[in-house]
């Protein structure tokens, strides 16, 4: 089990999510302020004009992608519901869900990413994202241990900074499609130690990053660096989506992996993993991550650490899109 993280100590008892801090007022009980305006016809709403009323509110909107997006939400949204027909318990429990799950966020836990993750939506929009990816190394989530400005390190280096775990040699070659070694590419790298925590998992991660790191490839386009065998590990299920994964009989773990971020001027960012071949759940990653050209062995070596290689391709640069959402970043 994960050590729980600060501020994740919030319990949850069976009749609902504590943290959400809500009155528990039946929805139907709760007092309402109703503005009327003298120009306005009362209408009756009902189960038959509901959503057509809603629709009718963001014709409006301030731009054809908001509308687009606000009338999907409504119609699916408003599907859902009457798919499900909740109770009016079930409900609340669905607004205290959320916003525990809100209420679980801070500068080292993502809470709303794994909720994304585990229920299949990051990949789906990385799936939409790169469509097309060629030669080009395939990406799969950020996963929510990302942390901006990592330190920087020499090509060579230890980045583990006693870390436990078994030692470990990465190397690889960034390139482009056609085959052009990618001089100067700044390579992104974090990792969980032997035991499937992240440096952010521990009290002190913040100020001492470890398993994390950012590298410049030399002029041939060449990384390596020195650190520990990552271990498989549940993401942190001591929140909202922890529960939810017990309810829909899931298991949280992830196999063992290795997280790249690799950008170049003109190429796209590519966002990514190597996953360590054998792992025991390559096969049913809980937040749907694993693809099979990312998987590659551990190499024992007859000298020296285990050693694990990867030459990943990036994909040329595209335009600018408009309309379309871009991979999710943690803050
Ligand atoms: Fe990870």
Known sequence: ????????????????????GLDRHPPGKAKLRVRTRPENVMQSFDETNITSAVLAKVAQATSPRARQVSEALIRHLHAFVRDIEPTEAEWLSAIEFLTCTGQMCSRTRQEFIL??????????????????PGA??????????????????????????????????????????????????????????????????????????????????????????????PASYPIPDD???????????????????????????????????????????????????VKDMLIRPLETQATGPARLRYDFVLADARPAATGVASPPQQG
């Open 115 to 132: 909720l994304s993750d585990t229920l299949g939506v990051s990949m789906l929009v990385d799936a939409i994202n790169h469509r097309h």
């Open 136 to 229: 080009a190394t395939q990406t799969t989530v950020l996963g929510p241990f990302y942390v901006q400005d990592a330190p920087e390190f020499a090509l060579g280096d230890d980045i583990s900074r006693g870390m436990p775990g078994e030692k470990l040699l990465v190397e690889g070659s960034v390139a482009r499609a056609d085959g052009t070694p990618v001089a100067g590419a700044i390579v992104d790298t974090w990792h969980a130690d032997q035991d499937g925590f992240y440096d952010v998992q521990t009290p002190s991660g913040l100020e001492t990053p470890a398993g994390r790191a950012r590298l410049r490839t030399d002029a041939q386009g060449r990384f390596w660096f020195h650190t520990v065998v």
């Open 1 to 20: 089990m994960h050590a729980a993280l600060p501020g994740s100590q919030a319990g949850r008892s069976r009749e609902g999510w504590p943290c959400s």
């Open 239 to 289: 929140g909202p989506v922890g529960d939810m994964l017990k309810l829909q009989g899931r298991h949280p773990y992830r196999p063992a992996h290795v997280h790249f971020m690799i950008g170049a001027p003109g190429c796209e960012t590519l966002v990514t993993h190597i996953f360590i071949a054998g792992d025991r759940y390559l096969a049913s990653d809980v937040v749907f991550g």
